[in-house]
């Protein structure tokens, strides 16, 4: 667990904490909203010392611990000015009632030729190749993204034990074993592969080899890295804030496209809002359980299952939760998360600077609930 340190800054109305952890939800082009978020979050002086990441959360999550404060705002653009660099024009506003139709273009150009410093398209494809090759294994190569990683992100400053480093957590799936697995810098040194593995989504991209195993995207078992935060640091003082890219909540489609889009935004968003509850859910029954052990008589308390129980009813957590959601854009597909042109990049990184700064500038507009003395949450999405 995270030592003590100088209590976090945090927006107003919102409590003082020891610890401010950024939690990335994995989700392709949608990533950039995370990245204007953290901008937001740099203006307002909130400056995570852990952050732990899902797939592009994890890529996003790589930038920030792996650079220094004052550039790791300017590192996020250098990674989404590369990656939309493929269709950097930006349409002027009269231009915005057929933007879905560019957005579209967009997309399928993104399956055709891949994304500049991310992948490109295996020639000859995969169908072609023998089998047990590894290019037999996926459609496209992320061998550029090996190399923009080592561009942006400084790998010896996220491994420096004896500097004040951010904590860096990603989560990957172990393809032999179906389980969900964390690389965290406290642990172990953490280098391109722990990053690519936790986005190596298939069948576009390969699995990535860390330690003798393979892995896949963190997202194929849950793609919020939020269970494991709490599970690892279960009486953390911290602000947590949440950054999802898949709303949970949404409208009856109206056409195909919606229906594959809605089912896509339910599949991904890991049942954001029930995590949270279920955060509080179990505090309640924390709380719960320690004033029936209080209840005990004392030659009790040598009992096995006093002892078992006795831990988690000790447990106190002092948790605020602030949980943003990157919001629906009007012009959004299916394809929303391989949209990688540079003016839905803007859009979505704009949004999310936005959405803290309206935060931050407008308390009242926070909705806090504190269900038990140590979680409060606030739902940032409305």
Same mark, same amino acid.
């Given at each position: 667990?995270?030592?003590?340190?100088?209590?976090?800054?945090?927006? +107003? /109305?919102?409590?003082?904490?020891?610890?401010?952890?950024?939690? =990335? !939800?994995?989700? #392709? &082009?949608?990533? @950039?909203?995370?990245?204007?978020?953290?901008?937001?979050?740099?203006?307002?002086?909130?400056?995570?010392?852990?952050?732990?990441?899902?797939?592009?959360?994890?890529?996003?999550?790589?930038?920030?611990?792996?650079?220094?404060?004052?550039?790791?705002?300017?590192?996020?653009?250098?990674?989404?000015?590369?990656?939309?660099?493929?269709?950097?024009?930006?349409?002027?506003?009269?231009?915005?009632?057929?933007?879905?139709?560019?957005?579209?273009?967009?997309?399928?150009?993104?399956?055709?030729?891949?994304? +500049? /410093?991310?992948?490109?398209?295996?020639?000859?494809?995969?169908? =072609? !190749?023998?089998? #047990? &090759?590894?290019? @037999?294994?996926?459609?496209?190569?992320?061998?550029?993204?090996?190399?923009?990683?080592?561009?942006?992100?400084?790998?010896?400053?996220?491994?420096?034990?004896?500097?004040?480093?951010?904590?860096?957590?990603?989560?990957?799936?172990?393809?032999?074993?179906?389980?969900?697995?964390?690389?965290?810098?406290?642990?172990?040194?953490?280098?391109?592969?722990?990053?690519?593995?936790?986005?190596?989504?298939?069948?576009?991209?390969?699995?990535?080899?860390?330690?003798?195993?393979?892995?896949?995207?963190?997202?194929?078992?849950?793609?919020?890295?939020?269970?494991?935060?709490?599970?690892?640091?279960?009486?953390?003082?911290?602000?947590?804030?949440?950054?999802?890219?898949?709303?949970?909540?949404?409208?009856?489609?109206?056409?195909?496209?919606?229906?594959?889009?809605?089912?896509?935004?339910?599949?991904?968003?890991?049942?954001?809002?029930?995590?949270?509850?279920?955060?509080?859910?179990?505090?309640?029954?924390?709380?719960?359980?320690?004033?029936?052990?209080?209840?005990?008589?004392?030659?009790?308390?040598?009992?096995?299952?006093?002892?078992?129980?006795?831990?988690?009813?000790?447990?106190?957590?002092?948790?605020?939760?602030?949980?943003?959601?990157?919001?629906?854009?009007?012009?959004?597909?299916?394809?929303?998360?391989?949209?990688?042109?540079?003016?839905?990049?803007?859009?979505?990184?704009?949004?999310?600077?936005?959405?803290?700064?309206?935060?931050?500038?407008?308390?009242?507009?926070?909705?806090?609930?504190?269900?038990?003395?140590?979680?409060?949450?606030?739902?940032?999405?409305?």
């Amino acid at each position: 667990m995270a030592q003590r340190r100088k209590p976090v800054k945090a927006p +107003p /109305g919102a409590p003082q904490h020891d610890h401010s952890i950024l939690v =990335l !939800q994995g989700g #392709g &082009a949608l990533g @950039a909203y995370q990245a204007g978020v953290f901008e937001g979050m740099t203006e307002h002086g909130i400056a995570p010392d852990w952050v732990t990441g899902v797939s592009i959360g994890a890529i996003n999550a790589a930038l920030i611990a792996g650079n220094l404060p004052e550039r790791r705002v300017a590192r996020l653009r250098d990674f989404w000015e590369r990656v939309s660099s493929g269709i950097p024009l930006v349409p002027p506003a009269f231009f915005d009632p057929m933007r879905l139709a560019f957005n579209r273009v967009s997309a399928t150009a993104t399956m055709t030729f891949g994304v +500049p /410093g991310f992948f490109t398209p295996r020639m000859p494809p995969p169908y =072609l !190749q023998p089998d #047990g &090759a590894p290019e @037999a294994l996926s459609v496209y190569d992320t061998a550029p993204l090996r190399q923009t990683l080592r561009e942006l992100v400084n790998f010896d400053l996220i491994n420096d034990k004896n500097a004040k480093r951010v904590r860096l957590s990603v989560g990957a799936s172990n393809v032999h074993t179906g389980n969900s697995e964390y690389f965290d810098n406290r642990d172990r040194e953490i280098g391109p592969e722990h990053v690519m593995a936790s986005g190596a989504l298939p069948p576009g991209f390969p699995p990535v080899a860390v330690d003798g195993s393979y892995y896949w995207d963190g997202g194929l078992v849950s793609n919020s890295p939020l269970w494991y935060v709490l599970d690892d640091s279960p009486s953390i003082n911290a602000l947590i804030v949440q950054v999802d890219l898949f709303s949970a909540k949404g409208e009856l489609p109206t056409t195909l496209d919606q229906v594959l889009e809605r089912a896509k935004d339910i599949q991904y968003s890991s049942k954001t809002r029930f995590n949270t509850n279920r955060v509080k859910e179990i505090e309640e029954l924390r709380v719960a359980l320690g004033r029936l052990l209080s209840k005990v008589p004392a030659k009790m308390h040598g009992d096995t299952d006093y002892e078992l129980l006795a831990p988690f009813a000790q447990i106190r957590r002092n948790i605020t939760i602030m949980h943003l959601i990157n919001r629906r854009l009007d012009s959004a597909s299916s394809s929303k998360d391989y949209e990688f042109s540079r003016a839905t990049m803007q859009m979505h990184w704009q949004t999310g600077l936005d959405d803290v700064r309206r935060t931050c500038a407008h308390p009242d507009w926070l909705d806090a609930t504190e269900v038990v003395d140590g979680v409060r949450s606030f739902d940032l999405t409305q």
